[in-house]
């Protein structure tokens, strides 16, 4: 069965850096879109940012993340990274891997498959 297990989460001060580490498996990896999504406690669920199969694209929610934060992945280790760089106290959520046969870097929560269990990032100021 395809899996997702997400690590890497933690307590930091605001302007500190976390990365987030998501194991895949290998039926997912090769040819599967992956992303990050995030929730807030009485939030819904926020796109983060989506790497493509093969590394070469990537997408990033606006503002709120970009330049902040960046997606990659290691194909030979099955793992998709988020570097968190100038945590803000905003930032804190639960943190969820989710993987998507679809189009390249897939940014909604429907065009993804399968979800993680989530991983707590919180940033106190």
């Known amino acids: 069965q395809a899996q997702l297990v997400e690590s890497g989460g933690g307590s930091v001060q605001a302007g500190g850096s976390l990365r987030l580490s998501c194991a895949a498996s290998?039926?997912?990896?090769?040819?599967?879109?992956l992303g990050w999504f995030r929730q807030a406690p009485g939030k819904g669920r926020e796109f983060v940012a989506a790497?493509?199969?093969?590394?070469?694209?990537?997408?990033y929610a606006s503002d709120s993340v970009k330049g902040r934060f960046a997606i990659s992945r290691d194909n030979a280790k099955n793992t998709v990274y988020l570097q968190m760089n100038i945590l803000e106290p905003d930032d804190t959520a639960v943190y969820y891997c989710?993987?998507?046969?679809?189009?390249?870097?897939?940014?909604?929560?429907?065009?993804?498959?399968?979800w993680g269990q989530g991983t707590q990032v919180t940033v106190s100021s």
């Open positions: 989710a993987a998507s046969p679809g189009r390249l870097v897939p940014s909604s929560v429907q065009e993804y498959n399968y």
């Open positions: 790497i493509s199969w093969s590394g070469g694209a990537t997408y």
């Open positions: 290998g039926r997912i990896f090769s040819t599967y879109a």
